[in-house]
């Protein structure tokens, strides 16, 4: 098993942000700034075109710290951030630029391609869960929350579907093929974001993987816009969610 190799560290607005490598995929853990005692981990998925360390990531990021003293990590996807792409990545990216150049649906190749990186994606979380653990900070007895949207989903309900460790999840913005399948393993608390008037995935679709869930707790929230165009306070929301879960009170400014 590989260790956490920390390879960068700041700190700034109660954050200490620190790079890290497992093996030979990098990531980023936030903590809270003061204050040495065990909290939880929210692993963060990042959407498909970002990285780790991207503005909605860090922002995130910032709101599960300083709003519920957890921890955050998030490691590049397969051909993302730092990360070399492979032909067949080349391929993908070259064939959804196509798609959106000439208006074509460019959903069917981006399912497709995001079903083939939660394939390599998944067993990279879990190593990178196990190294986290080994952390006197983080431990193995605190829970385990996943956060992420569009490209986040994708890995993130393969992931939480066969990982024993997470107890809550905040998904949203796919399409049901492929992980309806899977989605109907998954029991642990769930908050799925839709938006009601995406131009790429149809509503009924989003409406279908919501239902596919077999969580006795399940939440949607559906909000007006476009695809991008996710309110900012459903971040928030997700902060709430997280906190009731995995046993944290909500700080508010004093």
Same mark, same amino acid.
């Given at each position: ?80 951030? +730092?990360? @070399?792409? &492979? $032909?067949?990545?080349? =391929?993908?990216? %070259? #064939? ?59 890995? +993130?309900? @393969?992931? &939480? $579907?066969?990982?024993? =460790?997470?107890? %809550? #999840? ?64 459903? $971040? ?6 997280? #906190? ?11």
């Amino acid at each position: 098993m590989h260790s956490v190799q920390f390879t960068a560290e700041t700190s700034s607005n109660g954050l200490r942000e620190r790079d890290f490598t497992v093996g030979e995929v990098p990531g980023v853990l936030w903590s809270p700034l003061s204050g040495s005692d065990r909290a939880p981990l929210v692993l963060m998925g990042h959407g498909g075109g970002t990285h780790k360390k991207a503005p909605a990531m860090a922002g995130r990021a910032q709101r599960l710290v300083t709003g519920c003293g957890f921890h955050v990590a998030t490691i590049d996807a397969p051909g993302h951030g +730092g990360r @070399p792409r &492979t $032909a067949h990545d080349e =391929r993908e990216i %070259a #064939a959804m630029q196509q798609a959106m150049a000439t208006g074509e649906p460019v959903g069917p190749i981006v399912v497709r391609y995001n079903a083939h990186l939660a394939e390599r994606a998944v067993p990279e979380w879990q190593a990178t869960l196990d190294a986290l653990q080994e952390l006197p900070e983080i431990g193995t007895e605190g829970p385990v929350g996943y956060f992420g949207l569009n490209m986040g989903t994708a890995i +993130g309900v @393969p992931l &939480t $579907a066969i990982e024993p =460790r997470i107890a %809550a #999840a905040v998904f949203g913005l796919f399409w049901p093929d492929p992980l309806a399948e899977t989605a109907r393993r998954i029991t642990v608390p769930i908050e799925y974001a839709l938006q009601w008037d995406d131009e790429h995935i149809p509503r009924e679709s989003g409406l279908a993987l919501f239902d596919a869930f077999a969580s006795k707790e399940k939440t949607l929230h559906a909000n007006a816009g476009r695809h991008k165009e996710l309110p900012r306070f459903e $971040a928030d929301s997700a902060v709430r969610f997280f #906190a009731r879960h995995l046993g944290r009170a909500v700080m508010t400014p004093a």
